[in-house]
């Protein structure tokens, strides 16, 4: 596994646990956990979309150099 599989791996597993933790810790009403989780779950999927396009980004700047003629 490459270390960007990783990284994401990790955060979304650590997301995961946080959000349990929080559930069962919260002094919240139950609107205000949902509120709460769905912010939670906007931020993950938004630093995996960042992720994905740095990725992206990246391999597509190698690919170039790649295709470039050697001298």
Do not use: H, N, W, Y
Not at 15 to 40: H, K, N
């Amino acid at each position: 596994m490459g270390k960007t599989s990783s990284v994401l791996l990790g955060l979304v597993v650590g997301a995961l646990v946080g959000v349990a933790v929080g559930l069962l810790l919260t002094p919240r009403s139950g609107e205000e956990t949902r509120l709460l989780l769905q912010d939670r779950a906007d931020a993950v999927l938004e630093q995996g979309r960042q992720a994905a396009e740095e990725k992206r980004l990246e391999l597509t700047r190698q690919f170039e150099e790649l295709k470039q003629p050697k001298a």
